[in-house]
């Protein structure tokens, strides 16, 4: 296909394409497929021709827009695309066509529009200047100097002579153009290389003599007193430890006592804390908490004036059934009373089973986890000596090292004599180049000043006159009289003064509905406080025999909780896992008494690890006995308290 052609070709599907309607991969197939174009070649250059374009729209039009404003403001604008794909192509196929190729390109079209076009786009004074700075706003520095302005800046001269062709051209009535000479094919020369020269051995690091070392003191080797000493203070501490223990379990509240078999067991196993527990602070009793007057409001009052009122429909129902012979519920009640008490003390036998067998398997970790200190301490034992013997060979073997590196380094030092002279040299050389860099840079920068400056006031001279032009002052008065009506053909037009008027008479009969509306609330009022008076006395009689009630079923249960405390609970499972749990703990204490009997062969780092890991589970043993002693005197002084206040219930009925 002729290149006029291809250009038309590439013009054409970039006029076509609406990117709002269809995408660009769709739109070329069906151009492509519209208009026939069977070479594989021409196809594949107008589809890179369209998708450059596509992805660098906004670089190319950076060029056009401004051409039309300056050079091109004589040509017309539906032709832009033409100049869009002259850009594009100089762009960024100048290599890949080859300046022929692109040459024939560009002079397939209109020789006179094209000449104008290039020598604006390739214009130094342009390139360098509004061209780069509009693109350096789009991408960054490196990319503009390095995929932009580079390749032209390369193929400036080939470009150069196209540019000249079309001068000769446009100036030559139509001559058809000279038919370029083809340079012979450049030959490629082997490199000269270098031969490099072998890799420097790095000096090693001198090692420095070392002064003899003073021999080791005598105390090094003797037992401080230090472990004496705290042998000592802990003896001490657990003694006092186990004082204050006792007198505070004989110094417990009333409240507080343990009631069975397994209180007395927690508190013999917790005996042998070595720690001061803190002491517990008695539960105050609040004798005040439902005397306090509650305020109720009005939905509060009818809510519980309907629930009392329900509960009455409900007993007035279930006396008609029991007088028609209905049956009551009283034995069977009873008889779910049983069943459920029954299951309860199931229940309870199951959970304390469960705490002593918690018990049990907390004793069987300990001795585990003794078992599994000393094999630990065994294999400590034997990696420490073979860790010992590898750092023996270690070092003899880093000290054959040293010596065959020193010979090493003593025969290398001798050739480099001339390092320092050929790195002066180059650094000399460096420096002229970065002087003569400088100079060029500052007269640039200077350049550039001076026009940014020349630029801002001629901004400058514009804003003034813009803002003298707007000084000027402007008549802006009208008379206005409020009876006149403005005559705009609007329905229910008006005066300002007839609607004044309205507005008087819409208020008017807005303040009457308002005090017929205050009046009418004031009635409903008075009879919704008169409803909720009635509803407070029925509310009042209610409360006044559900607490008489309350009192009494408060009391029976009391005495019922008394006598089965009295009752000892017997369990022959119970009884086996309590008599398990002793054994363990005998065997524990046994092992402890061996391992103290035993010399220290524990390191002291060792010892502090134990025996902050022994306080942390002693603590959290003792804190659960805390927190079950304080929930049981809770528990204790909340049935007192409620005894106390039904007392005062029935003697006030």
Same mark, same amino acid.
């Not at 604008?77 to 100049?83: A, D, I, L, N, Q």
């Not at 229940?347 to 018990?359: S, W």
């Not at 025969?411 to 400088?438: E, P, R, S, W």
């Given at each position: 296909m002729e290149a006029s052609e291809l250009f038309g070709h590439c013009v054409a599907i970039i006029d076509s394409f609406r990117a709002l309607d269809v995408s660009a991969d769709s739109h070329a197939e069906e151009y492509m497929r519209t208009h026939r174009v069977a070479s594989d070649m021409d196809r594949a250059f107008i589809l890179e021709i369209f998708g450059g374009y596509i992805r660098y729209r906004k670089i190319v039009e950076v060029v056009v827009d401004? =051409? @039309? *404003?300056?050079?091109g403001h004589n040509f017309i604008?539906? *032709?832009?695309?033409?100049?869009s794909v002259a850009c594009y192509t100089i762009l960024f196929r100048t290599e890949e066509m080859g300046i022929d190729k692109l040459t024939d @390109?560009?002079?397939?079209?209109?020789? /006179?529009?094209?000449?104008? =076009?290039? /020598? @604006? =786009?390739?214009?130094?004074?342009?390139?360098?200047?509004?061209? +780069?700075?509009?693109?350096?706003?789009?991408? %960054?520095?490196?990319?503009?100097?390095e995929h932009l302005l580079g390749p032209l800046m390369e193929n400036y001269d080939s470009l150069q002579s196209m540019l000249k062709l079309l001068d000769e051209l446009n100036n030559g009535d139509g001559q058809s153009r000279p038919k370029p000479q083809k340079k012979e094919a450049t030959v490629p020369e082997p490199f000269e290389l270098t031969q490099p020269k072998p890799k420097r051995i790095p000096s090693p690091e001198i090692i420095p003599k070392v002064k003899p070392a003073k021999p080791v003191p005598a105390t090094t080797y003797q037992e401080p007193d230090t472990e004496k000493r705290l042998a000592e203070a802990k003896e001490k501490n657990k003694q006092r430890a186990q004082k204050n223990l006792i007198e505070a379990n004989q110094r417990q509240f009333s409240c507080a006592a343990a009631a069975d078999k397994t209180e007395r067991s927690e508190l013999r196993f917790d005996s042998e804390i070595?720690? +001061?527990?803190?002491?517990p602070k008695a539960v105050p009793i609040s004798t005040k908490a439902n005397d306090v007057p509650v305020k109720l409001n009005a939905a509060t009052i009818l809510r519980e004036e309907k629930l009392f009122k329900a509960k009455e429909e409900e007993m007035i129902n279930r006396l008609e059934q029991l007088q028609a012979g209905a049956k009551d519920a009283s034995d069977f009640n009873q008889w779910q009373n049983?069943?459920?008490?029954? !299951? @309860?003390?199931?229940?309870?036998? !199951?959970?304390?089973?469960? /705490?002593?067998?918690?018990?049990?398997?907390? *004793?069987?970790?300990?001795?585990a986890q003794k078992r599994l200190t000393e094999l630990n301490r065994e294999r400590a034992i034997q990696a420490r000596e073979e860790a010992a013997k590898r750092m023996r060979e270690f070092v003899a073997m880093k000290l054959k090292e040293d010596e065959e590196t020193r010979k090493l380094v003593?025969?290398?030092?001798?050739?480099?004599?001339?390092?320092?002279?050929?790195?002066?040299?180059?650094? !000399?050389?460096?420096?002229?180049?970065?002087?003569?860099?400088?100079? %060029?840079?500052?007269e640039l920068l200077r350049k550039a000043f001076e026009e940014a400056e020349q630029e801002m006031q001629a901004k400058q001279e514009i804003i003034r006159q813009i803002r003298a032009i707007e000084s000027v002052p402007r008549p802006r008065h009208k008379a206005f009289d409020p009876t006149d009506i403005p005559g705009y053909g609007f329905f229910g037009e008006m005066s300002l003064a007839e609607l004044r008027e309205r507005l008087n008479l819409a208020r008017v009969k807005q303040e009457q509905e308002q005090a017929e509306r205050r009046d009418q609330i004031?009635?409903?009022?008075?009879?919704k406080e008169q409803q909720i008076v009635d509803a407070m006395e029925t509310i009042n009689r209610h409360r006044t025999e559900q607490t008489r009630a309350a009192a009494v079923r408060l009391e029976e249960k009391r005495r019922k909780n008394t006598s089965k405390e009295t009752e000892a609970p017997t369990d022959p499972e119970i009884a086996r896992l309590q008599q398990i749990l002793e054994q363990k703990k005998q065997e524990r204490l046994r092992r402890q008494a061996a391992e103290r009997s035993e010399p220290a062969g524990i390191s002291p780092v060792r010892m502090s690890d134990l025996q902050k890991e022994k306080k942390l589970v002693e603590a959290g043993r003792f804190q659960a006995v805390e927190d079950g002693s304080q929930n049981i005197? /809770?528990?204790n002084a909340q049935g007192i308290a409620s005894s106390a206040r039904a007392s005062r219930i029935a003697i006030g009925s």
């Open positions: 401004p =051409f @039309f *404003e300056t050079d604008k539906s *032709e832009r695309h033409m100049y @390109f560009i002079v397939s079209q209109n020789w /006179r529009k094209m000449h104008v =076009f290039c /020598r @604006f =786009f390739l214009s130094k004074n342009n390139l360098l200047t509004w061209i +780069k700075d509009e693109w350096r706003k789009i991408y %960054e520095d490196e990319y503009v100097n070595q720690y +001061k527990p803190p002491k049983e069943m459920r008490q029954k !299951d @309860f003390e199931k229940e309870k036998a !199951d959970i304390e089973r469960r /705490r002593l067998e918690g018990l049990l398997s907390h *004793e069987e970790a300990i001795l003593e025969q290398v030092i001798t050739g480099h004599q001339n390092a320092k002279q050929a790195k002066k040299k180059i650094q !000399d050389i460096k420096q002229k180049l970065a002087q003569q860099m400088n100079k %060029e840079s500052k004031l009635r409903e009022k008075q009879e005197a /809770r528990r």
